[in-house]
Nanobody
């Protein structure tokens, strides 16, 4: 297994964009999660190795997009039209379980985690 490392966080104004990166060489499922003070960790987006299954949380649907580079070494989370409520510490994580359409994995299904990258949306 490899250690996951997130990057790309920062301070951005509402309506702006950021792209987060996560190093991941091998996985069955990779997910992005976020957590802000006083809230529990929540699911943001995920993708399977093939890339044909990419579920999103309702709160980010249409604004965020998960993808990976051609070498399959990095997974990205493109975040557009950012809102103050998107402010959180963002984590990437991988699971040995397979993702299925209409059957999202649970938080406990992800066993490898990065240390997180902070995203702050403020004017």
């Amino acid at each position: 297994q490899v250690q996951l490392v997130e990057s790309g966080g920062g301070l951005v104004r509402p309506g702006g964009s950021l792209r987060l990166s996560c190093t991941a060489l091998d996985f069955n499922t990779l997910g992005w999660f976020r957590q802000s003070p006083g809230k529990e960790r929540e699911f943001v987006a995920a993708m399977n190795w093939r890339g044909d299954i990419r579920p999103y949380a309702d709160s980010v649907q249409g604004r965020f997009k998960i993808s990976r580079n051609s070498a399959k070494t990095t997974v990205y989370l493109q975040m557009n039209d950012l809102k103050p409520e998107d402010t959180a510490l963002y984590y990437c994580a991988t699971s040995t379980r397979f993702l299925q359409r209409g059957q999202p994995l649970g938080l406990k299904d992800y066993t490898s985690w990065g240390q997180g990258t902070q995203v702050t949306v403020s004017s």
